[in-house]
């Protein structure tokens, strides 16, 4: 039987267009320095206000990727 191991981590992006563009962002950013991501959960979304007015778009998720050399 194959056990596997991951690490779940927090991460928090921003878009001027949508939360959806947000939590890609955060992925996108992840990946650059993260190795075999496997899920992403999409924890809290809220806006950046800055004179009455959404200026941003943020979220945060939970990544989780699988330990190497770990089986």
Request: no cysteine; net charge positive; aromatic share 8%.
């Amino acid at each position: 039987m194959t056990v596997s191991t991951y690490k779940i981590i927090e991460v928090v992006a921003s878009s001027e267009i949508s939360w959806e563009d947000a939590a890609k962002n955060a992925v996108a950013a992840a990946s650059k320095s993260l190795r075999d991501l496997r899920v992403a959960e999409v924890k809290q979304l809220d806006m950046k206000i800055e004179n009455g007015k959404v200026a941003a778009y943020r979220a945060r998720l939970n990544l989780s990727f699988r330990y190497e050399g770990v089986d």
